[in-house]
C-alpha cells in the first residue's frame, strides 16, 4: 500500500514546518485572488511550477498528481472564455493553476502527522466553544491524505483490468465499481477506527 503523498527529501521547502508553509499558502493565495494582471498571473504559476518542481518529485509523477485537478481548471478557464473575455479566462487559468501546484508542493514536503498536529492546533479554540471536535477534523483530513494515492492507484487497477479484458474503457464502467471499493474500504477504517476508541463519539 501507498503511504501518502509526501515525498523524502532535504529540500528548502523540506526543512520548513508544516505551519510556515500553510501559512505561506494561505497568503499566496490572498495575493493570487487580489490580482487580476494575466500576465502578473502568469509569472505567479511559473514561480509555483518551479517550487513543485524543487521538491524532487519526478515530472511524470509531479503530472500525475496534479491533471484531473488541472483539466478542471482548463474547463472553468474555457468557461470564462465563452462567458466573459480571453484576458479573465487567462487570469483564472493562471491563478488557479498557481493555487494548485502551490498546494501540490506543500502536500509532497509535508507528512500527514504534521498535517494533523497543524489542524489539531487550528481548532483547538473552537474546540473550546464546543464548535468541532479537533481531533475528528485532524483524522479525517489525514485519511483524505493517505487515501487519496491508494484511490488513484486502485483506478489505474481497474482501468488495466478493464483493457486486459478487451472491454473498452468507460468512466462509468471504472468509477461504479471504484465507489463500491472506496465505499468497503471506508467501512473497514471506520470499524477499525471505532474498535481503537480514536473518536469519542
Not at 532535504?10 to 490580482?35: C, E, M, N, W, Y
Not at 496534479?66 to 472564455?81: G, P, Q, S
Not at 509532497?108 to 471536535?133: K, Q
Not at 481531533?135 to 483490468?161: C, H, K, M, N, Q
Amino acid at each position: 500500500m501507498l503511504t501518502g503523498l509526501d515525498i523524502q527529501g532535504d529540500t528548502p521547502l523540506h526543512r520548513l514546518s508544516g505551519r510556515a508553509k500553510l501559512i505561506l499558502l494561505f497568503v499566496a493565495a490572498i495575493a493570487l485572488f487580489l490580482q487580476d494582471s494575466p500576465w502578473l498571473l502568469a509569472g505567479g504559476a511559473i514561480v509555483a511550477a518551479g517550487l513543485y518542481g524543487s521538491t524532487g518529485i519526478h515530472p511524470r509523477e509531479a503530472f500525475r498528481r496534479v491533471r484531473f485537478v488541472l483539466f478542471t481548471v482548463l474547463l472553468v478557464a474555457l468557461a470564462n472564455y465563452l462567458f466573459h473575455s480571453l484576458a479573465d479566462a487567462l487570469s483564472v487559468l493562471f491563478r488557479l493553476t498557481a493555487l494548485v501546484l502551490l498546494a501540490a508542493a506543500v502536500t509532497a514536503t509535508t507528512t500527514i502527522s504534521a498535517f494533523m498536529d497543524e489542524i489539531t492546533r487550528l481548532l483547538r479554540p473552537l474546540e473550546r466553544f464546543g464548535f468541532v471536535r479537533a481531533a475528528d477534523v485532524s483524522l479525517a483530513v489525514g485519511l483524505v491524505l493517505r487515501f487519496t494515492p491508494e484511490i488513484l492507484a486502485r483506478y489505474g487497477d481497474i482501468r488495466d483490468a478493464h483493457r486486459a479484458r478487451g472491454l473498452r474503457v468507460r468512466p462509468l464502467g471504472i468509477l461504479l465499481p471504484l465507489i463500491i471499493l472506496t465505499l468497503k474500504d471506508a467501512d473497514t477504517v471506520a470499524m477499525a477506527i471505532d474498535a481503537r476508541g480514536f473518536r469519542r463519539q
